[in-house]
């Protein structure tokens, strides 16, 4: 019974081979089909599918040089709180935002609030509140800025539905 479901299990493997057909009825729409629908309809010769097989690639640069202890190691940032499509209950209408930053000295970080940006000095504080925010659909970001103001790295981006508080009766 074993070999009986394993001969079935390989059968399944084996690539299916099946003759695709077109044509055209009489309003002029193109059609395609596995059976032809009449006499004299001869199958199509598609193309190849297109395949990938991946070749060998070195290795990043970072990989292949020595790290030089003097130089500071890249900057990151990534949204911790809220997750993207969070729906958010405030009856303060305040979303509370925790990053997970990097910060080389110099460095601060900025809060975006539906494109806006909501601090108007770099903070080195990985937690913002967004206060008063209107109910709906809206997207939070946050950005690593050098001392000069020159954006280093930007978070991905985070979408949130900002809703009243459900009141149970």
Do not use: C, I
């Given at each position: 019974?074993?070999?009986l479901i394993a001969f079935a299990l390989l059968?399944?493997?084996?690539?299916?081979?099946?003759e695709v057909y077109r044509w055209t009825d009489d309003k002029g729409v193109v059609h395609y089909g596995d059976k032809p629908p009449k006499e004299g309809v001869k199958?199509?010769?598609l193309?190849?599918?297109?395949?990938?097989?991946?070749s060998a690639t070195t290795a990043p640069a970072a990989a292949r040089e020595p790290a030089n202890p003097a130089l500071p190691t890249k900057?990151?940032?990534?949204i911790v709180?809220?997750?993207?499509?969070?729906?958010?209950?405030d009856a303060a209408q305040s979303i509370s935002m925790t990053v997970d930053a990097a910060l080389q000295p110099g460095q601060g970080l900025l809060f975006f609030l539906d494109g806006v940006q909501q601090n108007?000095?770099?903070?080195?504080?990985?937690?913002?509140?967004?206060?008063?925010?209107?109910?709906?659909e809206?997207?939070?970001?946050a950005a690593i800025v050098a001392a000069d103001g020159r954006e280093i790295v930007r978070a991905a981006p985070v979408t949130v539905h900002m809703k009243p508080p459900v009141r149970l009766r």
């Open positions: 019974m074993r070999a059968l399944n493997l084996l690539p299916a081979h099946a199958p199509v010769e193309p190849p599918l297109q395949t990938y097989s991946p900057s990151s940032l990534r709180s809220p997750v993207n499509d969070d729906t958010l209950r108007k000095v770099a903070t080195p504080s990985s937690a913002w509140l967004f206060e008063n925010v209107e109910r709906g809206h997207q939070l970001g």
